[in-house]
């Protein structure tokens, strides 16, 4: 199957930084979401974005579906972004989206 | 109100016991799905149905069932827990229109098998 790879792990932060979130995917893929789960273990998504860029707010999101990557940026962090951002895929002829391992983003006021 | 709500959302039991863990939805999206989360892992898929006729099997179904009960109702059984089915597990739904697929989840049910 499909193998999504994030990176990196984990990411510690000051409060105001900016991070680059990044997702490696194995296959071409129609699908792609970010979703971020808070630390009471809700999980929100944040953007669908098979390819091409997308904005939110203070988060960005781009898809070079071509290189088979995805990079979500979140500027002028908040304590209130800390927890787990997913990227999940799917790709062609499969009916379900497969989740990476997530990268934990602690932002420290 | 939560456009999709899991209940319990916390249970302990013991091994060997049935368990049914349930979602509702008002968000009138015909695909549901269950995953459970484990510690350092991503999400995997249990099971899925596309309608209220359509049932199938994700990746880690042994040990599970499910029941599509009407189109906003889906829930999934331990016929007999085991302790490592201990686990958070998330309800999800999706409407396909316009081929978008955007998955919604539930809060979770934190299930302990002692």
């Known amino acids: 199957g499909i193998q999504v790879e994030q990176s990196p792990p984990d990411l510690i932060l000051q409060e105001g930084a900016n991070s680059t979130l990044r997702c490696n995917f194995s296959?071409?893929?129609?699908?792609l979401q970010w979703f971020h789960q808070n630390p009471w273990g809700q999980l929100i998504n944040l953007f669908y974005?098979?390819?091409g860029t997308k904005q939110n707010g203070r988060l960005s999101a781009t898809t070079v579906a071509t290189e088979r990557y995805s990079l979500l940026y979140i500027s002028s962090s908040q304590t209130t972004d800390s927890g787990v951002y997913f990227c999940?895929?799917?790709?062609?002829?499969?009916?379900?989206?497969?989740f990476g391992t997530g990268t934990r983003l602690t932002i420290i006021p | 109100d939560a456009d999709v709500t899991q209940t319990p959302r916390n249970r302990i039991t013991k091994t060997g016991k049935r368990i049914m863990l349930e979602c509702s939805q008002t968000k009138g999206h015909d695909r549901m799905y269950w995953y459970r989360q484990d510690p350092g892992l991503g999400l995997r898929l249990i099971y899925y149905s596309f309608d209220v006729k359509d049932i199938n099997k994700g990746e880690i179904s042994d040990g599970y069932s499910v029941s599509r009960q009407a189109q906003a109702k889906f829930s999934l059984s331990l016929e007999s827990a085991i302790p490592n089915q201990t686990a958070l597990y998330f309800c999800?739904?999706?409407?396909f229109g316009g081929g978008a697929d955007t998955q919604y989840f539930g809060p979770g049910t934190r299930l302990t098998v002692l």
């Open positions: 974005i098979p390819s």
């Open positions: 999800a739904t999706s409407d």
């Open positions: 296959d071409s893929v129609n699908n």
């Open positions: 999940a895929v799917r790709n062609f002829g499969n009916e379900k989206l497969t």
